[in-house]
């Protein structure tokens, strides 16, 4: 000990080590001052104000130290180097989020339209005041000319401390993240908050880890893998009915119902509908009653994945993060080609899900994300913008578009944790044990106020009689966490059974003119795309779809989830067991682990075309 504190005693930094200090310490303040005052970050709290203080200093640490362990000493040339990549990292974040309001991904830097896009405006987006940055460096090479300062040397010890020291701030920062927002790396929401939580050099490692993992799966794939899965999927693909084209050249307006299950449809809380629009609308159109959410880690966005390539979302992670530079043959696309103007809606942060690069891929022309709309403190609720107006400012946007269109809207407001302002209250609570599931069916009554709204208005402006509406949940609001006070709700135990059941979510296909029908055939957000394309009586050509049309009456009954349960005409599968349907008991048949292999083999081939992003080969066997 004594050792120890004489050492600490003795210690005095050299002028070497004193450069190498000042490199590190402008470095922090200045991502500290860009990340801070210059990037638009949203900071909630205290905490958020100081992981955006600490994150910089960790990547900043872990570079100098790094090198200094692999080379034992580093020049005032290297430090000075590595100051220069660093700050220049940082200026092209700015440069490009003064532009952009996102961040680099390593795809974008390869994408050289996007560069297309800021070449002609690049001197625009700089600004004197920017040489600021650089001033550092100026200074570091000036004091670097100094007779004295050589190479720089730590000292082991030193060395050793500074590299746990890294280390540790850096386990602490991402803790401290992971309170703040839980899954951070898993789920890979928003590139905004991976490098509020992160800071902009770790979020760029991550961006790096991430891209070279799907590369280097991509790279093993070969052109002889999709034929498995063709022969897969290419039973029944054309089969015609009596649904076919009954659509055609209609605007196809799709609504992606914010966590609406299917249990909410016809539910009561003291006498009062839960949902009293979607009661009635369900009467007036296809309403499938066994449709299933096949989302995973991706949630809204899984969900879209689903819906508009009729392929599976992956078991980790958000696909629409993990493989956005994949080809695919997107809903939207097809539509495109076929005439149709394509836009999403959406009131939150448009690199949320990294829906901005996503949907260029999948052939959107359109993104209406939060910045086409008046959003306030009073018009919005946790996540942004309300279900009323953002509905209500959509309507002009939406008559602007050239028709056909398919137009996607992504509602919010029934989000997790279900808040909601006093005056959008329109039925009392449910009284079980758990505050969300109590409040959940508030926000459902809020959104179903707001898509009444919404057909009033689309009958207004006359869109709603050359359209047809096409209605989802996106996947649960009410995890199992809640399944004691669903009991009290569902009115039964939820077993696994019920809890299984508890994925379905309202499928709702209307179709103004024509009457209303009950659906009961087993599917899910995977057969949403046949299904619209047999309607539009569009024929996508070559295409890899693991869907099938809902009206097809030949079509089995089947919809996997991405866990791997499933659910079938007799018999489900969760957690390991087989189910009876008609009474949910347990069962061993060998027909349901004949369906379970078919569950997990069509899973398996999904995961191989995203993996492998096997879609670039179609065309190279398109007879
Ligand atoms: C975010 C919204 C909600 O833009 O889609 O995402 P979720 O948490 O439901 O996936
Ligand atoms: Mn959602």
Not at 45 to 67: M, Y
Not at 325 to 341: F, H, M, R, V
Not at 449 to 473: H, R, W
Request: negative net charge; glycine residues 6%; charged residues 20%.
């Amino acid at each position: 000990m004594k050792v120890l504190i004489d050492k600490i005693k003795s210690f005095h930094l050299n002028i070497d080590q004193k450069f190498l200090g000042v490199a590190i310490l402008f470095l922090w303040l200045k991502s500290y001052i860009v990340s801070r005052f210059i990037f638009d970050l949203p900071l909630e709290n205290a905490i958020e104000e100081f992981i955006l203080l600490i994150n910089p200093i960790s990547s900043v640490l872990i570079l100098f130290i790094g090198a200094l362990v692999i080379r034992r000493k580093l020049s005032r040339q290297g430090i000075f180097v590595l100051s220069l990549l660093f700050t220049f990292l940082l200026y092209a974040n700015l440069v490009y989020y003064r532009f952009f309001n996102d961040f680099i991904t390593i795809p974008v830097l390869f994408q050289v339209q996007n560069f297309g896009d800021l070449g002609g405006s690049a001197k625009g987006l700089m600004n004197p005041w920017d040489l600021l940055l650089f001033v550092d460096l100026f200074i570091l090479s000036f004091f670097g000319r100094k007779k004295g300062i050589k190479s720089i040397v730590v000292p082991k010890l030193a060395r050793r401390f500074l590299v746990v020291a890294a280390a540790a701030l850096l386990v602490f920062n991402v803790m401290l993240a992971e309170t703040q927002r839980p899954q951070l790396l898993t789920r890979t929401f928003d590139r905004e908050m991976l490098v509020k939580y992160l800071g902009v050099y770790n979020y760029h490692a991550y961006d790096l880890f991430m891209h070279s993992k799907a590369s280097a799966q991509r790279a093993f794939a070969e052109s002889s893998d999709i034929i498995e899965v063709e022969n897969y999927v290419s039973d029944g693909f054309d089969e015609e009915n009596e649904f076919t084209g009954i659509a055609k050249d209609k605007n196809v307006i799709l609504i992606s119902m914010e966590s609406l299950q299917d249990f909410v449809i016809n539910y009561e809380v003291e006498g009062q509908e839960v949902t009293p629009f979607l009661n009635q609308l369900v009467k007036e159109s296809f309403y499938f009653t066994n449709f299933y959410q096949q989302t995973g880690q991706g949630k809204t966005s899984d969900s879209e994945f689903l819906v508009d390539n009729s392929l599976y979302p992956l078991s980790r992670g958000a696909v629409f993060t993990t493989n956005a530079q994949n080809t695919y043959k997107g809903l939207p696309a097809i539509l495109n080609e076929n005439g149709y103007a394509t836009a999403s809606f959406h009131g939150n942060n448009k690199s949320f899900w990294n829906r901005d690069l996503m949907y260029k891929n999948l052939g959107y022309e359109f993104f209406y994300d939060e910045t086409y709309f008046e959003v306030s403190e009073e018009n919005s609720v946790n996540y942004g913008l309300k279900d009323i107006p953002f509905f209500e400012q959509s309507i002009p946007k939406l008559q602007n578009l050239k028709q056909p269109f398919h137009a996607k809207f992504i509602t919010l407001t029934n989000h997790y944790p279900f808040v909601l302002d006093e005056e959008d209250i329109m039925i009392p609570t449910l009284q079980t044990s758990s505050g969300t599931v109590n409040r959940y069916v508030q926000t459902v009554r809020y959104f179903d106020e707001a898509l009444k709204l919404f057909f009033e208005q689309l009958k207004e402006t006359g869109l709603y009689d050359n359209s047809i509406i096409i209605l989802y949940g996106d996947h649960y609001g009410i995890s199992e966490n809640h399944n004691r006070a669903m009991e009290s709700v569902i009115g039964k135990k939820v077993t696994p059974f019920e809890y299984l059941k508890l994925q379905k979510v309202p499928f709702i296909v209307h179709i103004p003119g024509m009457d209303g029908k009950e659906m009961t055939t087993v599917g899910g957000q995977i057969d949403v795309k046949p299904t619209i394309l047999n309607l539009l009586g569009i024929k996508p050509g070559k295409d890899i779809q693991f869907g099938e049309d809902l009206f097809n009456e030949n079509r089995r009954d089947f919809a996997v989830l991405r866990d791997g349960s499933f659910v079938a005409d007799y018999y489900s599968y969760t957690e390991g067991i087989c189910y009876q349907n008609w009474d949910g008991n347990p069962t061993e048949d060998k027909y349901c682990s004949q369906l379970k292999d078919l569950a997990d083999h069509e899973l398996r081939l999904s995961d191989k075309v995203i993996q492998g992003d096997l879609i670039r080969f179609l065309d190279e066997f398109e007879e």
